[in-house]
């Protein structure tokens, strides 16, 4: 008898997928920022690294915040992006490279355009970073995200946080490792970049560079731009199973 071959199976259904990746994270991050601005927790969380005395934040120019965290890191990050760059162009002459073309050019692709786009939502946003509101010695007035800022007062382009996503554009490896059924890189890429975008966001907090609630948005904008490639890129193409390296359990 011969056996009829079997079609690729798409790992998850799209119904799980989109419940697990889209619904859930977006419903959990508006709860969260709803609570933020309710509770006022952006204003309480910058207050405990300004000082009312001097009227400034002392820890803005802190060598530690601003060159290493601030820049050393993302210049890593950049660096780890490159590297994927090289490894997709190597692909075409490296064989064993090969059948990984496509998760290669996913993370490119996604680690550069959520970055980007974050990027290009606070270059255009007129709201202000903390360390420029009157509240905090500044010269412009506080305004709420989805308020408009009084005229003749200039754009403060400080919304969403875009130093975080050094680290929560990591989370590509998350989508990289799912595709390539291999777990422990797709803990890696979540936990991992949530945690360091994170740490890094909360560094320009304590700068007065950032509201907390700026690196949560970061944080889902990244996300859902990653999810977009995802489904784009990777979503629909299973991996035979001799390139798969996923252990489960």
């Not at 601005?37 to 952006?42: F, T």
């Not at 204003?43 to 820890?59: A, G, Q, V």
């Not at 059924?181 to 970049?193: E, V």
């Not at 700026?214 to 999810?227: E, K, P, R, S």
């Amino acid at each position: 008898m011969i056996e009829t071959a079997q079609r690729p199976k798409i790992y998850n259904s799209s119904r799980h997928f989109y419940l697990l990746h889209l619904v859930i994270p977006a419903a959990a991050a508006s709860l969260i920022l709803w609570v933020i601005y309710i509770l006022g927790i952006d204003e309480r969380i910058t207050r405990l690294f300004f000082n009312p005395e001097t009227r400034r934040f002392p820890l803005r120019d802190n060598w530690f915040l601003e060159t290493v965290m601030h820049h050393w890191i993302k210049y890593a990050v950049i660096l780890l992006g490159l590297s994927v760059l090289v490894a997709y162009v190597s692909s075409f002459w490296v064989a064993m490279l090969a059948p990984l073309r496509r998760v290669l050019v996913f993370v490119v692709l996604a680690m550069a355009l959520s970055t980007a786009t974050v990027n290009l939502l606070k270059n255009e946003s007129p709201k202000h970073c903390p360390y420029d509101l009157k509240i905090f010695g500044g010269y412009a007035p506080y305004v709420a995200l989805f308020e408009k800022t009084p005229r003749g007062v200039k754009s403060g382009n400080c919304w969403p946080g875009a130093h975080s996503t050094a680290g929560f554009c990591l989370m590509a490896l998350y989508f990289a490792g799912r595709h390539l059924r291999n777990r422990k890189l797709a803990n890696w890429g979540l936990f991992g970049g949530l945690g360091l975008g994170f740490i890094l966001g909360f560094g320009r907090v304590m700068q007065g560079a950032h509201f907390f609630s700026h690196q949560l948005w970061a944080a889902l904008i990244c996300w859902l731009v990653m999810l977009a490639v995802y489904e784009l890129l990777l979503r629909r193409h299973s991996v035979p199973e001799k390139e798969a390296a996923f252990q489960p359990g």
